[in-house]
């Protein structure tokens, strides 16, 4: 018999999940809410765990990553950004279901990721496959970090104890390395790319942490068409 752990606050929904899996023989659910999820978790081995996004954060994926290193995770959304759903899977999510999508849906999704197959909706897929994903080094990741937080280059090098003209070599390489035009457009990736695991770091600078970032397009190309200089300050 193969248990599905559905964890969500809100029981109606997590009583359809129980009642349309009910139809598949072989499988038992339980739902569970984010302040017995710790427990449910200590206290079953679910094969699947269908995790809605809506009540927790990205600290819950990797809870139960660590702790039930051997089950599947399924991530449950309204909707979600192709950046988020990046990072998602690199934490170790096996399938993103959304919450429109059909009860024949869920039944495929829950069993496709219970026998090792990955489940992503084809948009989902086709825009994970299509980016290229960038590895950002430390100093980097701090830097990107802290744009998004809104820091302008003197405070940059304020907090990281660093010049100016160092903090604008970066922004440089950084806008060539993610192929990015400016400082907004550096800080709108890096928003998109730590929505979830901002709140696994707990240190918003991203002290002496390397991240990957999915870039949904290729690195600007250079073109016969005069340069107009970058704003990095």
Known sequence: ??????????????????????????????????????????????????????????????EARRTLPESKLVLWVRDIEIETAFQAIRIGVSGILKKTDSLEALRQCIESVADGLPWLDKALACGVTSSRCVKLTARESQLTSLVADGLKNKEIAEHLNISEGTVRIYMSMLFRKLGVKDRYELALCALKNMAGTRSIQGDRSGMGLRQSFMVSKPPAQESAAPHRPAKIG
């Open 1 to 62: 018999m193969r248990l599905l752990l559905v964890l969500t606050d809100e029981p109606i929904m997590g009583l359809g999940v129980i009642a349309t899996l009910a139809e598949r023989e072989g499988w038992t659910s339980i739902v569970s809410d984010p302040t017995c999820f710790s427990a449910n978790l200590a206290s079953c081995k679910p094969h699947v765990v269908l995790i809605d996004l809506d009540c927790g954060s990205f600290n819950l994926l990797v």
